[in-house]
């Protein structure tokens, strides 16, 4: 049985007079990865920025529609709470650089002014690092600021940011496309184990990537949702021309 | 599309925050709950601290504008007394209630200018250094820490140091000259001025020297050129507005100098006759005698001369600014 | 034509060597100001100079605790109106790029970093010692005014390079503005936010001009900071154009004590800009 955890209502989002995303519906189950693909331009990056209110930071955003999560429409919310909800992980790894490996962990407590028994930081350190397999690698240099670690270390690191915070849905803004291959494979690895706890939301512009850790699948396209389906149906027989000129590299 | 605030700025409608965190878990619930409270806590100082921003951002378009506004109100009895006069009367003297500005406008273009022609060379040959021959290495970053500690120093000291060593020095090459040897006078501050000034159009003109794009210089070199022929034909030409612009700046600097200037002009009110004359500026006539200026007219003439001075350097300034914007822009 | 070469190349290496002629030229008087300063001021420094206050011309061993003093508080005066002021503007200038207000915020602070400082001494006398007297309070308000176009400055730009996925990754944590500011994108400016604040102090503690109306000069110790009160730079001006070499020599000391602080002043700002550099 598949519960609807997110759902967007005629969603739309501007940038100025720029129509960038238009009239959106969507629902996402609980505890399965989305991947959402489409070219370069096409909206999805605007779209998941929209489902934790990142989108109207930006000078001249605006958005209208709604965005249900749990029911309850997170427009009308104050995006902190929408924020401490919904976890966000970017294309680029983002550590704080003034704050140590263990600190930019609890970071969203630590930032919020959230006061933490010592005792419960260290589990919550363990228990976040352990699920992003980065434990191991860095238990013995916590105090060491987080811009030493390598690339995928630093992505790693930002999941268990978002994670500390068990949030219900974590959002990825294409998150491998600034690592290796390697760094790649073991990020994906993560997205199977983390959809136990968690609902992922994939923006990717990579379709091999999405073939792989994608229960479902939705293809943007010049703002609007083209197609949304099981990943697998969508990758073999997808029902819109241009899905299938997508994947097959008609365009780009 | 213009907002008077961005959006991030404008505070969010806080009617919707009781509808947060409606259900929480049971278990959670106290948890939750006090989370809450903190959150909407940590929301009204959130809107509290971007009100505070835009208050401060207020705050310096009010503080120019209190300042430009003092200085016309309290100009008023000095304008409505002496009128347009003013500022070509050719005599000062409070005891007779006889208000000329000339003589001081006269030492101030007098040494603001004579400096700016001694410091520009010196200026230009910094920031050529600095921006093309030697951009890196220990020394000319050292050449460069120096000439921004001129810019360090104190003004009084600079005034005390012309007292002592300068103005002597000057007296024996006036004797020389046949000039009366005072020693004080418009070009001993002209000269104090010219060092203080240095830094302004050097700095400045460095960083224009080195955004010249590589490749247009090295289009004169492949033709052929010699590195004088480059700087003449490639670098100054592309960088001359940005120099100007430097030069505008120092002249803001000189126009407004005032202890160096107080110590080593002489402070007579005459009228100028040379620049090995004594003489007075605008700010230094103000730091003389705006302390015991006790008639209101008098009082509202040196505020006038503050006045004219403010003017005269946000005009120079702004012109300044304006051309490194547009600089910078291409 | 060989010889056309040669007359182009050599004219090349003149103007190159009078360049550097002219350039080296300037370091000159700023040395013989330092060493001119430091030799005649060294000797007039010890414990009684740094101690004692003004006495009257022909007594021995007079002093400039009451400027030292009276040049702290009153530089203490000035940054405790201008730090947090000046950080807060500069804060709204690098949140705010394009709105209206802060365009007008930025032409003020322009306007304000060229205005001279006689001028400036003239408002805060308008404003403050008119109505109520000279005080170091007025000195200390004029300075701030003079403080604050630097520290806006320096705080704008710092914060201006910080990457934007900075200020998200914070925002996308749920945390609020302020706390975004104060905890992260602050910190992570800090180097060049203090170097901001360490020049506008290292600027304001040689000036003269403003503090003539305002704090006026005061020969005995005080630390009121409604009346008048004696600063160094101030003492300096007063002493050197006195025709008394007792009172010239205090002014030689005072010299080479404001010339050291304010050197170091620089040069510390230089260290600690490189050492608190958060990488990024």
């Not at chain 1, 999941?159 to 291959?181: C, H, K, Q, W």
Request: net charge positive; with cysteine; glycine share 8%.
């Amino acid at each position: 049985m598949e519960s609807t955890i997110v759902k967007s209502v005629d969603y739309n989002a501007y940038f100025g007079d720029n129509h960038v995303v238009k009239n959106v519906n969507i629902e996402i189950p609980k505890n399965n990865v989305v991947a959402v693909m489409g070219p370069s331009g096409c909206g999805k990056t605007t779209f998941l920025r929209g489902i934790n209110r990142m989108h109207e930071l930006i000078p001249g955003a605006t958005a209208k529609g709604k965005i249900l999560l749990n029911g309850e429409d997170v427009m009308e919310m104050h995006p902190i709470f929408v924020r401490l909800k919904i976890g966000m992980v970017f294309q680029r790894p983002n550590p704080f650089p003034n704050l140590s490996i263990y600190d930019n962990v609890i970071a969203g407590y630590k930032l919020n002014g959230i006061k933490l028994p010592k005792a419960e930081k260290d589990r919550i350190v363990e228990h976040s690092l352990t699920r992003v397999a980065l434990w191991k690698e860095v238990k013995d240099s916590l105090t060491k600021k987080g811009s030493f670690l390598s690339g995928g270390q630093q992505q790693r690191l930002c999941i268990a940011r978002a994670v500390a915070m068990e949030p219900e849905v974590l959002l990825f803004d294409e998150p491998t496309s600034a690592l290796d291959p390697i760094s790649t494979s073991t990020v994906e690895e993560l997205f199977h184990e983390l959809k136990k706890n968690y609902t992922l939301i994939i923006v990717t512009h990579n379709m091999q990537q999405a073939a792989r850790v994608s229960d479902k699948t939705a293809f943007f396209y010049m703002g609007e949702l083209v197609e949304y389906d099981n990943t697998k149906k969508m990758f073999t027989n997808p029902s819109d021309i241009r899905t299938q000129n997508y994947i097959t590299g008609r365009f780009s | 599309m213009e907002t008077l605030v961005d959006n991030d700025l404008i505070a969010r409608p806080d009617e919707s925050l009781g509808r947060a965190f409606s259900a929480p878990k049971p278990k959670d619930a106290a948890k939750a709950s006090k989370r809450i409270k903190r959150s909407h806590r940590q929301i009204r100082t959130e809107t509290f601290f971007r009100r505070s921003l835009i208050i401060v951002g207020l705050l310096m378009v009010a503080l120019v504008f209190a300042i430009m506004l003092t200085l016309i109100v309290e100009s008023i009895p000095s304008i409505k007394a002496l009128g347009a006069g003013y500022l070509w009367g050719k005599t000062w003297d409070p005891v007779k209630d006889v208000y000329g500005a000339l003589p001081f406008l006269m030492g101030t273009l007098l040494t603001s200018f004579l400096a700016l022609l001694i410091s520009v060379p010196f200026s230009f040959a910094v920031a050529i250094v600095l921006g093309e021959y030697y951009p890196q290495g220990w020394l000319s970053n050292l050449l460069k820490n120096m000439v921004e500690l001129i810019a360090a120093v104190p003004s009084v000291i600079y005034g005390f140091w012309g007292l002592a060593v300068l103005v002597p020095i000057v007296r024996t090459f006036e004797t020389s000259l046949g000039v009366p040897p005072m020693g004080y006078g418009i070009f001993s501050s002209s000269l104090i001025l010219a060092i203080m000034i240095i830094p302004y159009a050097a700095s400045l003109g460095r960083s224009m020297i080195q955004m010249v794009p590589a490749n247009l210089k090295e289009a004169a070199y492949s033709l052929g050129a010699t590195r004088w022929e480059v700087i003449r034909s490639v670098i100054l030409p592309y960088t001359k507005s940005g120099l100007f612009a430097g030069v505008l700046l120092s002249l803001g600097r000189a126009l407004g100098e005032t202890m160096a200037v107080t110590m080593v002009i002489g402070n007579t009110t005459l009228m100028p006759n040379g620049i090995f004359s004594t003489g007075n500026t605008m700010a230094s006539v103000i730091a003389n005698e705006l302390g015991e200026a006790d008639k209101v007219v008098y009082n509202s003439a040196l505020v006038e001369l503050g006045l004219v001075l403010f003017l005269v350097t946000v005009v120079i300034n702004m012109i300044g600014k304006k051309v490194i914007g547009k600089f910078t822009n291409e | 034509m060989d010889a056309h070469i040669k007359y182009r190349i050599g004219k090349s290496s003149a103007f190159q060597i009078v360049t550097i002629l002219f350039a080296a030229a300037c370091v000159v008087p700023l040395l013989a100001i330092l060493y001119y300063i430091i030799s005649a001021g060294i000797s007039k420094v010890d414990w009684n100079f740094i101690t004692n206050v003004e006495k009257p011309v022909g007594e021995v061993g007079g002093g400039i605790a009451h400027a030292l003093v009276g040049s702290m508080l009153i530089i203490l005066g000035a940054s405790v109106i201008a730090i947090p002021l000046g950080i807060l503007c500069g804060i709204f200038l690098s949140e705010n790029k394009k709105s209206r207000l802060a365009y007008w915020s930025r032409l003020s602070v322009d306007i304000l970093q060229g205005v001279p400082s006689i001028v400036i001494g003239i408002v805060a006398y308008i404003w403050i010692v008119k109505p109520l007297g000279y005080s170091a309070i007025s000195g200390s308000i004029a300075l701030s005014i003079m403080m604050l176009p630097i520290i806006i400055r320096s705080t704008e730009e710092t914060l201006k390079m910080l990457p934007d996925s900075l200020r998200e990754a914070a925002f996308a944590l749920g945390v609020p503005f302020h706390r975004v500011i104060l905890k992260v994108i602050v910190p992570c400016g800090i180097s060049g936010i203090l170097s901001g604040v360490m020049l506008s102090i290292a600027r304001i503690a040689g000036e003269t001009a403003p503090l003539l109306f305002t704090a006026f000069g005061y020969q005995f110790l005080s630390t009121n900071m409604a009346k008048p009160m004696e600063t160094l730079p101030h003492l300096i001006f007063k002493y050197a154009i006195t025709p008394y070499k007792d009172w010239q020599d205090l002014a030689w000391g005072a010299s080479c004590i404001l010339l050291l602080w304010v050197l170091l002043l620089n040069i510390f700002t230089k260290l600690i800009t490189r050492r608190w550099k958060v990488q990024l």
